[in-house]
C-alpha cells in the first residue's frame, strides 16, 4: 500500500540577504538535496493527477505532491 505525502514550500532563496532578515527561507542547496532525496523515494506527481489518486483512493505507490506559497509577488 502507498501514500501521498503534499509538501508546501514558502520561500527559496539562494542565500540571506537584508531582505531575508526576518523571513524563514530554505537555502536552494537544502531545496535540491530534498528533491534529490524525493526523486529516490517517491513518484512526484502534479496537482492533476493528485486529485485523481484522491477521487480514486488508490494509492499504489508513494506519492509526493509538491506545492509553493506564492502569496506574494517575489515569490513568483
Sequence with gaps: MGSLIS?????????????????NFLPVKNF??????????????????AKILIEKKKFNKNYKWLTFDDGYSDHV
Design 7 to 23: 509538501v508546501m514550500y514558502h520561500y527559496v532563496a539562494p542565500k540571506k540577504s537584508s531582505f531575508h532578515k526576518n523571513l
Design 32 to 49: 535540491v538535496s530534498q528533491l534529490n532525496y524525493f526523486n529516490k523515494n517517491f513518484t512526484i506527481i502534479s496537482p492533476q493527477e
